[in-house]
């Protein structure tokens, strides 16, 4: 890639950033890439502040906030079930926790 296709995609970014109200950084800037088809990354790399996640698949957690290197996230349970197999449910309603974004599968956009 020459220098001007690098001043293209970077003036891309730039617009992507602007239009999606994205905060422009790094983590920003991979969300482009991501949407431009030009980068592949896990899921859980793309979550954001407000997003509901599950753990276990009968949870739902809302993400808090994330740690500057984003590899922690802080969640706060929403909604648990009872799983058959499991005497109690794994997380209380209201529990917050700092866990792995990796666990954690997309659920939805909050309302």
Not at 42 to 62: A, K, N, T
């Amino acid at each position: 890639m020459n220098f001007s296709d690098r001043l293209k995609l970077a003036k891309r970014v730039d617009k992507w950033i602007a239009d999606n109200g994205v905060k422009a950084d790094a983590h920003g800037t991979i969300c482009a890439l991501v949407s431009f088809g030009l980068l592949t990354m896990p899921d859980w790399y793309l979550f954001e502040v407000g997003d509901i996640v599950s753990r276990e698949g009968y949870d739902e957690h809302e993400i808090l906030s994330f740690n500057s290197e984003r590899d922690l996230m802080q969640v706060k349970c929403i909604r648990q079930d009872h799983c058959v197999g499991h005497e109690s449910p794994t997380f209380d309603v209201g529990q917050e926790e700092w866990n792995l974004p990796r666990r954690y599968t997309f659920v939805r956009k909050k309302d």
